[in-house]
């Protein structure tokens, strides 16, 4: 069982930068491949970034690429998601997931434990 909780959303104009950490609680944290997700209203759910166990394999999406970067802390039980260049267009909850994955992956129908999002809204 992995309780995720996230933290660093909020309101920044477009050109900023945030940082989301997601801090994991329960057993084996090193063990799950970890991921982001975004969701905006009236929108379906987003692949955003990937890691492995290890922190040695990322993946991310095309809309992220170049701008957003995911790392792990495993000592601290934590996932990071440094954003830069934020756009409108990157308006949505956030969300941190677990994967049995240990190579992290894109399937969102491969996480099995999610928290419970974060605000990330960029202004004009």
């Known amino acids: 069982q992995v309780q995720l909780v996230e933290s660093g959303g909020g309101l920044v104009q477009a050109g900023g930068s945030l940082r989301l950490s997601c801090a994991a609680s329960?057993?084996?944290?090193?063990?799950?491949?970890m991921g982001w997700f975004r969701q905006a209203p009236g929108k379906e759910r987003e692949f955003v970034a990937t890691i492995s166990w290890s922190g040695t394999i990322t993946s991310y999406g095309d809309s992220v690429k170049g701008r957003f970067t995911i790392s792990r802390d495993n000592g601290k039980n934590t996932v990071y998601l440094q954003m830069n260049s934020l756009k409108p267009e990157d308006t949505a909850v956030y969300y941190c997931?677990?994967?049995?994955?240990?190579?992290?992956?894109?399937?969102?129908?491969?996480?099995?434990?999610w928290g419970q999002g974060a605000q990330v809204t960029v202004s004009s």
């Open positions: 329960g057993r084996s944290f090193s063990s799950y491949g």
């Open positions: 997931a677990a994967s049995w994955r240990v190579s992290g992956t894109i399937d969102g129908a491969q996480y099995g434990y």
